[in-house]
Structure formats: C-alpha cells, structure tokens
T-cell receptor, first 115, second 114 residues
C-alpha cells in the first residue's frame, strides 16, 4: 500500500525567504503525487500534481515540486514566501485498486510566515 | 471551483443520535468520496462511491454508512454518533482522469458530538 510521510509538522519562515516542505512517499509502482493547500477554516485546493511527465512540476502561486524517484521524495518549494502562504500543506499519493483511485494523505505541514 | 456543496456546514449533536451529512455535485462525476480530517492525521477516507448504488469502504469506515441513489448526491450517515466522530468531514469528487486521478473537495462540514 502507498504511504506518505511529511517530515515536518510545522515550518516557520520569514516573509521573502525560501520555503521548503518535505515529503517522502512509498509506492510499489509509478505514482501520481499531489500537493494540496488548506487555508484556515477553508477547503482543500490543489497546488500542483505529478503524473509521470516532467519531474519538475510547477503549480499555482509560485510553488514547485520535484519528483525524485531514487530518493522517493516530492518536496515542495517556493523561492520567496508571502504572508498569504501561511496555511497547512498536504502531500498526497494516489492509490489505485478496487473500483477507483484513493488518495492517501500525509499528516500535513503547517507553514507559518513571519513578517 | 468544482460544483460541490455540503450540508449542513456545521452541526452539533448528542451522543447516540443519528446524523446524515449530504454531498451534492453538479459536475456529473462518477466517483465521490467522504473523508474525515483530524489534527495530525491529514484526511482519511471513510467510504467512496464508484457509481449509483455502488460503494466501498475506506480506511476508517467503522460506525459510518453511505448511500448514493443518484449521481449528484452522496450521503454519509452516522447511525449512532459518538464523541470520537467529532471531526471535519470533506466530500470529494473525481472523474477519474487516468492521467492524474485528481479529486476536487467540497467546503467541509464541522460536526461536534457532545
């Protein structure tokens, strides 16, 4: 079965500095991977997705993630943090099986941006 | 935004009472999912549907049942609510794009069981 480990439960950065949110996954086949963001008291929004095309994936709001098969990682980065980036971020792997696909979520990383 | 609504958005209920949450979509997507979100656990799948009247269990299905009598509606029922079912519940839909299996999420329902 697929699994996801987000290596940091909380990350704190200053506005204007780089963001790195770390994610490792476990999958027995070539996975689809996603990053979702959840702002306080809001639903989940898709940031970006990897689907076995380019290994460097660009998403919304300046976020990127790089798929590294040898390291089983899919870290999320952004060159310069903005106050509006403060939210909880989820790394997700798609699990095939049964009658449909299921998403397996990591536990989440809360990003705090200091002014 | 994907056309997904959830009702109610907030509910407080007492232990032992039945509760039904509704998910409604206007996208005509085949697949629908119910998740619960708890601190430190991310989202965990409760049940999902792969067509009208076709459902299957997820990771945390005990104490929950679902029904789907038409494409647009997916109901989650807690037959006898317990305090451990206090959570935020999210519905999701998917067209099962074979390239991505991307899911779109509703706004959530906050359920408190006292």
């Amino acid at each position: 079965a697929q699994s996801v480990t987000q290596l940091d439960s909380h990350v704190s950065v200053s506005e204007g500095t780089p963001v790195l949110l770390r994610c490792n996954y476990s999958s027995s086949y070539s996975p689809s991977l996603f990053w979702y963001v959840q702002h306080p008291n809001k639903g989940l929004q898709l940031l970006l997705k990897y689907t076995s095309a380019a290994t460097l994936v660009k998403g919304i709001n300046g976020f990127e993630a790089e798929f590294k098969k040898s390291e089983t990682s899919f870290h999320l980065t952004k060159p310069s943090a903005h106050m509006s980036d403060a939210a909880e971020y989820f790394c997700v792997v798609s699990e095939l099986g049964g009658h449909g696909n299921k998403l397996v979520f990591g536990a989440g990383t809360i990003l705090r941006v200091k002014s | 935004d994907a056309g997904i609504t959830q009702s109610p958005r907030h509910k407080v209920t007492e232990t032992g009472t039945p509760v039904t949450l509704r998910c409604h979509q206007t996208e005509n997507h085949r697949y629908m999912y119910w998740y619960r979100q708890d601190p430190g656990h991310g989202l965990r799948l409760i049940h999902y549907s792969y067509g009208v009247k076709d459902t299957d269990k997820g990771e945390v299905s005990d104490g929950y049942s679902v029904s789907r009598s038409k494409t647009e509606d997916f109901l989650l029922t807690l037959e006898s609510a317990t305090s451990s079912q206090t959570s935020v519940y999210f519905c999701a839909i998917s067209a099962r794009d074979p390239r991505t299996y991307e899911q779109y999420f509703g706004p959530g329902t906050r359920l408190t069981v006292t």
